[in-house]
């Protein structure tokens, strides 16, 4: 080999350690027992489960079905506590992190969505953390050892939202997000702005949005309900969390012992109606646009249209770009004709302020309440519900056979005649 | 002496105040007022609006000093109040409300919007209200009631190139819409499909000459019902495909269907000529619009397909005209309070 050969393959490798894609490191461990958290490393379309006492690394993207518990090398602990059951004010259906290397700081990662809580458990000493969410860096000083402060975040389209089959004038979500220091004290830093926090029912609530950025800190009486122990054990024993738990370990017993996208068909095919909204709410979250369409256009029951409606609306509001990848894999994969993976699209949105105001818009709604394709019909009543409540008592079932359908329609139609805003 | 004393005293403190209440800015935001929906933190007596400490020279404050810095509070949490009412609606926890099913009903909605209507036409309408006309005879209607109380306030032209695209009516349509754009109507992409090509050939041929015999004040009764019998049939075939097209196409051409009907609304009107002639839009500037407006009984109309960036360069001279006409309308009002004190 030549030296100008050497050189310049030394060249290409330097160059790529020094601006390629960051390493990944290890930087802990899970304590969760096998399948509570699953991981998809950068670039790579497949979930792996993730064993208890398996490395955690960095850069990749760590789900937790809905709970898990990771330790860090340098004293640090993290918990996801997504809530599928809808007891959050805010909607944390799901929660995702993605662990980052820094030398500067005790933990550095990305909350990708949904709710985690981050405690310093060394024996003395503070330690830094920094929390990147949309567009934000926050720096979160967890001032004394046994400090746990949680960070939640979730986006919506807002209402309006055009969705465009080019992608262009595409529009970006709004997120929401809160801080709230659990135990201990904690200053976070959000630009040149500081503010020292204490848990409840001290000034311990700190709340941010894409539009008007943070608000002044303020207090609450007591922790929320959501903020329970790390343990599944130690957990309230009532019947319902009983059911609940039980259902968390068979679902994670099929990731463990299948996949992520097996358990989720298993327990969309049960005749338990709680398995079937866990389900679609999991497929969201690991991005199994299969199964939630199916979900949406072929639902078990009418139940089942509600949570689906509102997962899709979840998965949108994650990052820009979502709706076009919802468009494509509707088109490609579903094979939906276009007109028709536009309108559902759009359906998954909400109507702007103007919009409501025109009887054009119920007469749309209304006629898609006989569409052919499911998920249309399913999103349309999904709306009206909402906008016309003297509507609610009307039988009808987006799920329904065609004479049912007819007279629901026919229904809504005499209600909301063409050319007329609805009834107030 | 000692006046002179007291007086230099006097403003020494109000010059430290002012820099206290510099630094007390500088190094904390004010209070803000509470969130409107927020489902952590529900108002509660027991734990009322915290406040972050006040120290260093703050704590050495005038009794006229505070009162700078409440006017000064004042002003920004009205600044946040009303962006924050602006915004309210374009929030994620707006949307996750309506999921929930717990939203205002539509008839809550527009009478909460229309108690805000005018801050949001003066300040960052959707571009909806704007096209819609809603926020220019929102601004209309302020600067009516407005003149009468204000002082001098600077003209805003207005060029003659944006009013010849802007529609106005009596009230009882939507005003001259495509009538005045016969000759290049701006057919959505769906209605230029073939499905619907003899409707549009009639439309393209019967709306030009309506157009004319409306502009010498007499329209031909056949004539027009041919073009209302032609519109009838194109939408009853855009509802028959409804299926077959995607939501956002089938509300574009259902719009400009809508806008053929009040085509052949308006040119039903007895003085349609009028639209022509005596009910252009007239004015070098937006007051003199505002004159003319007024003194014809006219409103604005929505902005028929192609006109919205017209629409939207009024709307901002308006919004100019109206905010400085209200600045001055405050300071006549200041200067006679103060007159009444004397």
Known sequence: MSRRSILFVFFV?????????????????????????????????AWQVVRIAEPIFTEDLLLALPLGVLRFDNDMRMSFLADMDGRSPFPAIDSAVRIHANKEVDLDFTLDRGRVAFSNVKKRGAAKVLVRFHDQVWAVNLKEPNTRVAVEIYGRCPRGAIFSRDGKNSHSPVFDAVVIVMTGRAAVRIGNEEHLLHPPPKLCFLHWDSIDGAETPRRLPKLPDWSEPDDLGKLKVGLKFRQKIQRLQ???????????????????????????????????????????????????????????????RHWLGRAPGQDLRLYR???TAEKFKPSHAETIVQLAHSFAAEDIRQPATYELLTAY???????????????????????????????????????????????????QLPPT | MKRITFALSF?????????????????RPPVAPPPPSNAYTKPSPSSPTPTAPVVGPAAVITSSGQYMLDVQRAYLMQEQVKRSKLDTRRKAYEEWLYERAVTPTPEEFREEDRQEQLRRSQIDPPLTEIWSAKALNDLLLDMQRASSTSSYVPPVPIDDSILKHINVTTGRSPGLGLVRSADRLPWPYVLQGAYYQDERSKVDKLLPALARQAERGMVSAVTLREFMDAVRTLESKLRASIQDISSTQYVEAKRFVTQLHDAADILQEPNVGNYFTRWQPKGNSVEELVQFMTAQGLKFAPATIGDEPYYTALHRAMANYDIALHKSGSRSMASKRGSYRR
């Open chain 1, 13 to 45: 490798v330097t160059c790529s350690n020094v601006f390629g894609e960051e390493k990944r490191v290890a930087v802990g461990k899970c304590l969760s027992p096998t399948g509570m958290i699953v991981r998809r490393e950068k670039g790579n379309a």
């Open chain 1, 250 to 312: 068979q679902f994670r017993k099929l990731v463990v012992g299948q996949s992520v996208s097996a358990a989720v068909e298993t327990f969309l095919e049960s005749n338990d109606p709680a398995k079937r909204r866990f389900a679609v709410y999991a497929a969201a979250a690991a991005d199994d646009l299969r199964h939630l369409t199916q979900a949406l256009n072929q639902p078990k029951d009418t139940d089942l249209c509600e949570d689906a409606v509102r997962a899709v």
């Open chain 1, 329 to 331: 894999h509707l088109t």
């Open chain 1, 369 to 419: 309440l006989r569409h052919d394709v499911t998920a249309i019909r399913v999103l349309a009543y999904w709306h009206l519900y909402r906008l016309v409540p003297k509507g609610r008592d009307i039988k009808y079932d987006p799920l329904g056979d065609k004479e049912t359908i007819e007279a629901g329609y026919k229904a809504w139609k005499k209600l909301i005649p063409d050319g």
């Open chain 2, 11 to 27: 403003f020494g403190l109000l010059l430290l105040a002012s820099a206290a209440d510099a630094q007390l800015f500088r190094r």
